[in-house]
């Protein structure tokens, strides 16, 4: 059974629209996606001074998109909870607070990969001569 809707480039130019509103929502009503999207900001400006490797540029650059990429996520879930349950629910509960610790564990993930390239790169560099 076929989806009924566009296709080809049609279909992608439709899906980047909806990408774009998706970004401008996060940035619009979500602090915590302004605060990350500033620190990956930040972080892709370091990282083109930090890093000695295109590998190394590539695990801090993709460790702070990951952020982004799990807090849109996380967002989202938070949204249509929201929506579907105004009212305290545990479940409801249990589902944005695994959001949240979704978001944490990218952001360790991110610590992680920034400190293992500043040692490689400046304290391991300053052995090496």
Known sequence: MVKPGTTGLQRIINATRYSM????????????????LLLVGVAVLAAAFLADTLLQWLLLVGSGLLVLVVELLNSAV???????????????????????????TSLALMALTWGVVVWETQVLGLFAG
């Open 21 to 36: 509103h998706g970004f401008r929502a996060a940035y619009r009503n979500e602090a915590a996606f302004r605060q990350e």
């Open 78 to 104: 938070e949204a249509i909870v929201d929506h579907a349950s105004p009212e305290w629910n545990e479940l409801a509960g249990r589902a944005k607070d695994m959001g949240s610790a979704a978001v944490f």
